[in-house]
């Protein structure tokens, strides 16, 4: 029976019936504590206004089904004290990170399930902790797993098919660029690993510090909805490249150039972009690629059905807008891709 916390005990968080206040604690995700067995501090349930229950002790093994049955019965959090929450989000990235290296993970579709939580998981943490040692190591976890599933896949449209799972969108996309740009790298002939590294960790990072899809949606500033944004998201949107390339850029020993892609991937063929309204022949090839996948990822990402008719619509697209400049390569390297696409290979 778990025991009853409530104002009226004592003090210290870690006994069994200590006072927790709400401002004491920080609230998870209760989905989390599928993805461990044990955790280093007591674990609370909420059961009133100000009454919490410890649903957990500090470093005991608990059972699964336990969480199964409280999210069976709608609880979406649990609470852990404020103090260790940072220990906690370590321990659970190390889990999740561990989880994707492991050999078990054989099949594609649980892969990409794991995938999009660790992504998911360095964007929370990005966006408490900034770009810290674990959101660079999930986004490589993620990178170096999204890159064997490339290596092993003959079918590139039924991969891209099975990671539009339409749940997260930031981390989905995040995903989809890594692979086109994958293939247009390879299509291209820069086959040196480094390269595709690049690409994918600016994929995984590039808008981890955006607080939602919505804004993570916005390509253009010069739209409707970006103009009924509130100023505060507003430069949210306006300053994200440059924020999260400095934060890259402060990272030791870090892939070269990630930083730069990041912080031209929303400048445009038209010199129109931000945040610096770069020319096409001022954006390195390198930083083309990646603004071209993006685009691209982002007109499949609105489609009802891939078919090689829609692709063709985006292709004219793309030829009458990429066909300039740092653009062109890229731009080959990019019909190659839909080539394989249209014939759903
Ligand atoms: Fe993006
Ligand atoms: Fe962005």
């Given amino acids: 029976m778990p025991d009853r916390i409530t104002k009226e005990n004592n003090n210290n968080n870690n006994s069994n019936n200590s006072e927790v206040e709400t ?3 920080s609230k998870v995700d209760i989905n989390k504590f599928l ?31 336990l969480i199964k049955r409280y999210i069976n019965k709608k609880i979406e959090y649990l609470f852990i004290p404020k103090n260790n929450f940072k220990s906690f989000m370590d321990e659970y990235s190390g889990n999740l990170s561990a989880i994707l290296n492991s050999t ?32 660079v190591n ?24 099975k990671m539009m799972q339409k749940k997260n969108y930031i981390s989905e996309h995040s995903m989809l660029i890594s692979v086109i740009a ?3 790298a390879t299509n291209m002939n820069w086959i040196g690993e480094s390269t595709i590294q690049k690409l994918s960790m600016a994929a995984m990072l590039h808008d981890v510090l955006l607080k939602s899809d919505e804004l993570a949606m916005i390509d253009n500033i010069n739209t409707p909805v970006f103009e009924g944004l509130s100023n505060h998201d507003k430069k949210a949107v306006l300053d994200h490249p440059y924020k999260i390339s400095l934060l890259v850029d402060e990272i ?29 022949l001022r954006t390195t090839q390198l930083s083309c690629l990646f603004i071209i996948t993006e685009d ?30 740092n653009y062109r390569k890229p731009l080959e390297g990019l019909l190659k891709t839909t080539q394989r696409m249209k014939l759903g290979q």
């Fill in 182 to 184: 994958t293939y247009i």
């Fill in 252 to 280: 030791q020993n870090f892939l070269p150039d990630v930083a730069e892609i990041i912080l031209t991937h929303h400048e445009t063929p038209e010199g129109d972009g931000f945040p610096k309204k770069m020319s096409a």
């Fill in 23 to 25: 401002k004491d604690l």
């Fill in 104 to 135: 078990d993970v054989n099949n594609d579709d649980n892969k990409i399930t794991i995938q999009t939580e660790v992504l998911t998981s360095a964007r929370n943490r990005a966006r408490v902790f900034g770009i810290d040692d674990d959101v």
């Fill in 138 to 161: 999930q986004a490589t976890a993620t990178t170096n797993s999204v890159f064997s599933m490339v290596q092993k896949q003959d079918n590139l449209s039924s991969l891209l098919k």
């Fill in 35 to 65: 993805k461990m067995n044990t955790v280093k501090c007591n674990v609370f349930i909420q059961l009133g206004s100000n009454k919490f229950i410890k649903l957990i002790n500090a470093n005991e093994l608990y059972d699964l089904d």
């Fill in 296 to 325: 691209f990822v982002n007109h499949i990402y609105n489609l009802e059905k891939a078919t090689a008719e829609e692709i063709e619509k985006i292709e004219s697209y793309c030829k009458e807008r990429y066909s300039k400049g």
